[in-house]
């Protein structure tokens, strides 16, 4: 199985702060890692697909970069409704794949 | 307006069956895969399975630890995808999501997502 290393596991920024998660996975994936935004209670939302892709509908604040086995998903601007959890996920190969997920507090 | 709704969930008994069910709307539902995933208790996103749409032969995958427990089949003709859950184990308790899966020759993941069904597994 492909391991996804995701970190940091929680970060405190303030509103209009520049944010960085990073995603390391175990083997190359091809680019084929996706972002999701999830609140408590609601359906997680794809954010980022093919590691820089941005979701049709998600705001521009959000990007994705790749270099070799690492991922990163900036937000360059936070804002108070981006107060939740993230994760990346491959679905290079099976089994599909999730890291442990960075919860962001404003 | 695209909707994925899960239902079925509930309290059942370690070894027991249940079944749940992904009703979607706003799109051609045969023509898409559709995945299953759940969340644990404190715990983050796993994902449990996968069929493909006909055009790809209704074919599945599973995650290890529900392989040969969990099936998942679809009815086309209702637009629903089903998660038959067998021989629960108290560590099956979780939220369960369904989603549609875009595209995945293209690397077009899970886009819709529904907002989950608690099961909760115990005696």
């Known amino acids: 199985d492909i391991q996804m290393t995701q970190s940091p596991s929680t970060l405190a920024a303030f509103v209009g702060d520049r944010v960085t998660i990073t995603c390391r996975t175990s083997?190359?994936?091809?680019?084929?890692l996706a972002w999701y935004q999830h609140h408590p209670g609601k359906a997680p939302k794809l954010l980022i697909y093919?590691?820089?892709t941005l979701e049709s509908g998600v705001p521009s604040r959000f990007s994705g970069s790749a270099s070799g086995t690492e991922f990163t998903l900036t937000i360059s601007s936070l804002q108070p409704d981006d107060s939740a959890t993230y994760y990346c996920?491959?679905?290079?190969?099976?089994?599909?794949?999730f890291g442990q997920g960075t919860k962001v507090e404003i | 307006e695209v909707q994925v709704v899960e239902s079925g969930g509930g309290l059942v008994q370690p070894g027991r069956s249940l079944r749940l069910s992904c009703t979607v709307s706003?799109?051609?539902?045969?023509?898409?895969?559709m995945s299953w995933f759940r969340q644990a208790p404190g715990k983050g996103l796993e994902w449990v399975g996968f069929?493909?749409?006909?055009?790809?032969?209704?074919?599945?995958e599973y995650a290890a630890s529900v392989q040969g427990r969990f099936s998942i089949s679809r009815d086309d003709s209702r637009s629903i995808a089903y998660l038959q859950m067998n021989s629960l184990e108290t560590e099956d308790t979780a939220v369960y999501y369904c989603?549609?899966?875009?595209?995945?020759?293209?690397?077009?993941?899970?886009?819709?997502w529904g907002q989950g069904t608690l099961v909760t597994v115990s005696s």
């Open positions: 996920q491959q679905y290079y190969t099976y089994p599909w794949t």
């Open positions: 069929i493909r749409s006909r055009a790809y032969d209704v074919t599945t």
């Open positions: 083997q190359r994936i091809s680019g084929w």
């Open positions: 093919k590691a820089s």
């Open positions: 706003g799109f051609t539902f045969r023509a898409y895969a």
């Open positions: 989603s549609r899966v875009n595209d995945i020759l293209t690397g077009y993941p899970s886009d819709y």
